[in-house]
């Protein structure tokens, strides 16, 4: 069965410095593999999804994703975090019914 | 274009109550989900519908029902309601996107949630 794991359900850092979000996928296939962002109070946005066509997956609002299949990785990184970025962070995987599988979710806070 | 609705935003009821939450999209979607979404679990799905008329189980269906009469709509029903359901609940939905002859995956789109308290 497919599923993400995300490592660590708060992440704090301070305005300015890199945002590194983790998430593991477990796939015996090629995996279509999402971010979401998620706002107090607000359904989910899709920030971006890597769909085998690069490596490096660019977002909105200066975030990207890298996919490594020898570490069955897909972790979120923003070079510098701005205030506006704290929300909560959901990594996804898909099967090719469109059946999507969630983790559990990363809290992100930003400092002043 | 207002995307994927949920109607009601906010619900109370007491335990043994049934209610119903309506969800709707403008996006001509053949694909429509029921989630919910507690603290420290993601979202887990409840049902789903492939198209018109076609509903199927996801993780956790118990205590919930679904229809599908209309492409737009996706229903969620709960006949008895128990405190164990409180919860987020989440619609989304997606677009059936075909790669050559196989069926491939696409991004959902959700709303905005309603928030549900059984007492």
């Known amino acids: 069965a497919q599923s993400v794991t995300q490592l660590g359900s708060h992440v704090s850092v301070s305005e300015g410095a890199l945002v590194l979000l983790r998430c593991n996928y477990s796939?015996?296939?090629?995996?279509?593999l999402f971010w979401y962002v998620q706002y107090p109070n607000q359904g989910l946005q899709l920030l971006l999804k890597?769909?085998?066509?690069?490596?490096l997956v660019k977002g909105i609002n200066g975030f990207e994703a890298e996919f490594k299949k020898s570490e069955t990785s897909f972790h979120l990184t923003k070079p510098s975090a701005h205030m506006s970025d704290a929300a909560e962070y959901f990594c996804a995987t898909a099967d090719n019914f469109n059946k999507f599988y969630f983790g559990s979710g990363t809290k992100l806070n930003v400092k002043p | 274009n207002a995307g994927v609705t949920q109607t009601p935003k906010f619900r109370v009821l007491k335990t043994g109550q049934s209610m119903t939450l309506l969800c709707a999209q403008d996006?001509?979607?053949?694909?429509m989900y029921w989630y919910r979404q507690d603290p420290g679990m993601g979202l887990r799905l409840i049902h789903y519908?492939?198209?018109?008329?076609?509903?199927a189980k996801g993780e956790v269906p118990d205590g919930y029902n679904v229809s599908r009469l209309k492409k737009q709509n996706f229903l969620l029903g709960l006949e008895s309601a128990a405190p164990s359901q409180t919860s987020v609940y989440f619609c989304?939905?997606?677009?059936?996107?075909?790669?050559?002859?196989?069926?491939?995956?696409?991004?959902?789109?959700f709303g905005p949630g309603t928030r549900l308290t059984v007492l």
């Open positions: 890597y769909t085998s066509a690069a490596t």
């Open positions: 796939s015996s296939v090629p995996p279509y």
């Open positions: 519908s492939v198209g018109e008329g076609t509903t």
């Open positions: 996006m001509n979607h053949e694909y």
């Open positions: 989304a939905s997606s677009r059936r996107r075909r790669t050559g002859t196989s069926v491939s995956t696409d991004t959902q789109y």
